[in-house]
C-alpha cells in the first residue's frame, strides 16, 4: 500500500467515524422529540446525512454508511430501544438518505451554492424521492405489531420525512464556510435593528400561532417568513424556517399547539406535516430569487459605471463620484497619460495596445485605497482622484510611475514590452472640471519635458 492510499483510507476512516457521532447525537435529538411513542416528532438525522454526503464526499463511501448506521443503533439502544424496530427504522433512514444522494449529486456538483431558485425545486424533489423510498422500506419491514402497513402507513412515515428533509438539508447546503460565519454572523446584528425585525416577526407570530390556535395557527408564520426571505441571505433564512419547522411541529406532536386536527388524529397530523413542507419551501425560494436579482443589480450598475476593457469607472461615473468626493473634502487629482501609446498599437496591434491598457489599470488600482477614485477619461488617458493633499498625492503618483515604467508586459504569450506613463497633479479647487483642467495642464508640462515623469500644476 503506497502512503498515498494509506492517507487516503485515513480519511475515509476519519469521516466514517465523525459520520457515526454526528448521527448518534442527531438522532439523540430525534428521540426527545417522542411524544407518540416510537415516532419522532422532529428527525434530522437523515437530512443531515443527506447534507453531508453532498457537501462531504468522504461521507458519500460506504464505510461512512456503517458509521451512520452504528450511530443510529447506539442512540435508539442508550435510550432504551428494541432490537427490532431499531434494525427496521435504521434500514428505513439509511435508504432514504443514499436514495436523496443519488437523486440530488449530480445537480448539487453544478449549483453548489443553491443559488438559483430553481434548485429549490430540485430539492424538493429530491426531499420527496427521499422520503418515498424511506416510507417504502418501512412499509415494507415494518414489525407487524407497529402496524404500519398500506397507502396510510405509507402516507404518514413519508409526510414527516419530507418534512424533516425539507427542513434540514438547506440549512446544510447553504450552511457557510466558519471563516465566513465568524466574520459576517448572522446578519441579526442588533446594531441595525430594521434588519432585526423580520426574525422578532417571526418569533412573535409563533407564540401568536400557538396562542390562538385552530386550523390557520400554521399560517400565521407566513408573511414574516416571506420578509426574512427578502431581508436575509440563504443560510439565514433556512435557519429560522428550520426554527419554524420545529416549533410548529413539537407544538403540534406535543398539544401546545392546538390546531384543531382532532378526530382522525393520524391522517389529519400527516396534511399538517406536508402543509409545514410546503410553506418551508417559499421562503428559501424567496431569498434565492432576491439574492439573484441583487445579484443582477450589482452587475448592471457595474456594467453601467465601469469601462471593461482596463475595469475602471467610466467618464460620467468617475464624475459624478469625484464630485461627491470634493464635496467632503480636499482632494488632488491625477491625469495620467501612457507614453507613446500609439506606436504601442502601430507596431504590436491593437490586441497589444488593450492588453497594457489592463496592465496599467490594474497596476494602478494596487496602489490606491479602498476611498481612491480611478477612472478611464478617454484612449489611454486616465484620472485618479485622491481625498489628500498634494504631498502625499506625489508619493502615490510615484510609486504609480515606477512600478508601472518596471513592467514587462507580456503578449502573445511570448514577446514582452515595456510603457511608460506621464502624471500631471493639481490640487486646491472645488470644481472637479477646473481641478481636471489644471491637472491635465501639468501632464501636457510632464509630456513636453520628456515623458516618464510627475508635473504639478502651478
Known amino acids: ?43 434530522p438525522a437523515n437530512a443531515l446525512l443527506l447534507g453531508l454526503m453532498l457537501r462531504v464526499p468522504q ?13 443510529y443503533l447506539l442512540a435508539d439502544r442508550l435510550t432504551g430501544g428494541n432490537w427490532i424496530p431499531t434494525l427496521w427504522m ?9 436514495a436523496g444522494y443519488l437523486l440530488f449529486g449530480r445537480s448539487f456538483a453544478r449549483d453548489r451554492g443553491l443559488r438559483q431558485p430553481r434548485s429549490f425545486v430540485q430539492i424538493l ?5 427521499a422520503a418515498g423510498v424511506s416510507a417504502a422500506i418501512a412499509v415494507l419491514v415494518a414489525p407487524p405489531q407497529f402496524g404500519l402497513s398500506g397507502l396510510r402507513g405509507w402516507l404518514g412515515w413519508f409526510s414527516a420525512e419530507i418534512l424533516n428533509y425539507q427542513t434540514v438539508l438547506p440549512v446544510v447546503l447553504t450552511f457557510p464556510a466558519l471563516a465566513r460565519l465568524r466574520r459576517r454572523g448572522l446578519g441579526l446584528r442588533a446594531s441595525d435593528w430594521r434588519r432585526v425585525l423580520p426574525a422578532v416577526a417571526l418569533v412573535v407570530s409563533l407564540v401568536a400561532g400557538a396562542e390562538v390556535g385552530g386550523p390557520g395557527a400554521l399560517g400565521f408564520a407566513v408573511p414574516a417568513l416571506l420578509w426574512c426571505g427578502l431581508t436575509y441571505g440563504l443560510f439565514t433564512t433556512s435557519l429560522l424556517t428550520l426554527g419554524f419547522a420545529m416549533w410548529t411541529i413539537v407544538g403540534l406532536a406535543s398539544g401546545r399547539i392546538d390546531a384543531m386536527i382532532g378526530g382522525d388524529f393520524v391522517p389529519n397530523l400527516t396534511s399538517a406535516y406536508l402543509g409545514i413542507a410546503l410553506i ?3 421562503p428559501v425560494t424567496v431569498a434565492s430569487v432576491t439574492l439573484n436579482r441583487n445579484d443582477l443589480m450589482r452587475r448592471l450598475e457595474r456594467a453601467a459605471t465601469r ?41 504590436y496591434g491593437h490586441a497589444a495596445g488593450d492588453r497594457v491598457l489592463q496592465v496599467f489599470a490594474r497596476l494602478v488600482e494596487r496602489h490606491l485605497r479602498d476611498d481612491d477614485l480611478f477612472g478611464r477619461i478617454g484612449g489611454e488617458e486616465f ?14 503618483a510615484e510609486r504609480i510611475r515606477r512600478a508601472f515604467a518596471a513592467e514587462r508586459i507580456t503578449i502573445d504569450g511570448a514577446q514582452t514590452l515595456q510603457a511608460t506613463v506621464s502624471i500631471g497633479l493639481a490640487t486646491g479647487t472645488d470644481d472637479l472640471d477646473v481641478l481636471l483642467a489644471h491637472a491635465d495642464e501639468a501632464l501636457y508640462r510632464a509630456k513636453a519635458e520628456g515623458r516618464n515623469r510627475l508635473a504639478l500644476a502651478a
Open 1 to 43: 500500500m503506497t502512503p498515498r492510499m494509506g492517507r487516503a483510507l485515513d480519511n475515509i476512516f476519519v469521516a466514517a467515524c465523525l459520520t457515526g457521532l454526528v448521527m448518534l447525537i442527531a438522532a439523540l435529538i430525534g428521540i426527545l422529540t417522542r411524544p407518540l411513542g416510537h415516532a419522532a416528532a422532529f428527525w
Open 59 to 71: 461521507t458519500a463511501h460506504p464505510l461512512s454508511m456503517v458509521g451512520a448506521a452504528a450511530g
Open 90 to 98: 435504521t434500514a428505513a433512514n439509511l435508504g432514504g438518505s443514499i
Open 125 to 129: 424533489m429530491t426531499c420527496a424521492g
Open 280 to 282: 418551508a419551501l417559499m
Open 307 to 347: 469601462d471593461f476593457l482596463p475595469d475602471a469607472l467610466n467618464r460620467s461615473a468617475f464624475t459624478l463620484a469625484g464630485k461627491h468626493m470634493m464635496a467632503r473634502g480636499p482632494v488632488t487629482a491625477l491625469m495620467c497619460d501612457l507614453d507613446r501609446f500609439k506606436r504601442v498599437n502601430d507596431d
Open 383 to 396: 484620472a485618479v482622484l485622491l481625498p489628500c493633499g498634494a504631498d502625499e498625492a506625489m508619493e502615490v
